[in-house]
């Protein structure tokens, strides 16, 4: 199974505390951002790993039922020349009403996580970044997200008890491989 190398982890993804018990169970409650709707992380829609991208086409009749559009309305028309993605290219979500097309209206979370989440399918249906949110990597490093105003998941204040590394580490372990 292909995964992204990192030769480089920053300190702050082992010492931010984050989510109870992993990214998803915050992406569909979580009240942040400007309007405290949630979905501070979908403002700017996302790169799909290649990866994502077909199993996203493989279930595309289900989801395009689910979000009432054609997928193929929901991405950019060229790939990115970045090679640091699942399948070794990504693709641009576009965005709808000032966030990422799959975010559920008007509600929040996020369609894919939704779907994958409701039918047992893969996990790597998500697009990486969506799954490892607030850690992001780019050249082999691994680091957090630059914290978005109002954005609950970074909070340096967060209270939980585990760290985001611990909350994260099943999907770091599927995504990355370390040099």
């Not at 979905?39 to 790169?47: I, N, P």
């Not at 060229?78 to 097309?101: A, H, R």
């Not at 996990?123 to 105003?149: H, N, Q, V």
Request: net charge positive; aromatic share 10%; proline share 4%.
């Amino acid at each position: 199974m292909d995964k992204i190398p990192i030769k480089k982890i920053f300190k702050n993804v082992y010492q931010q505390k984050g989510f109870p018990s992993g990214p998803f169970d915050v992406c569909l409650i979580c009240r942040c951002g400007e309007t405290k709707k949630g979905g501070a992380c979908c403002e700017k829609g996302v790169y799909v790993d290649k990866e994502s991208y077909d199993l996203i086409i493989k279930h595309k009749k289900k989801l395009e039922e689910k979000i009432g559009i054609k997928i193929k309305e929901c991405f950019d028309e060229q790939w990115s020349e970045d090679t640091e993605y699942l399948g070794k290219k990504g693709i641009g979500t576009k965005v709808k009403n000032g966030t990422c097309v799959f975010r559920v209206h008007p509600k929040q979370g996020c369609e894919i996580v939704s779907f994958v989440l409701k039918n047992n399918l893969p996990k790597r249906m998500i697009p990486s970044a969506c799954r490892l949110y607030p850690i992001t990597w780019d050249k082999g490093e691994l680091f957090l997200e630059k914290i978005k105003k109002n954005c609950v998941c970074i909070n340096k204040n967060n209270k939980t008890k585990r760290l985001i590394y611990e909350s994260q580490k099943e999907e770091i372990d599927d995504i990355f491989s370390f040099e």
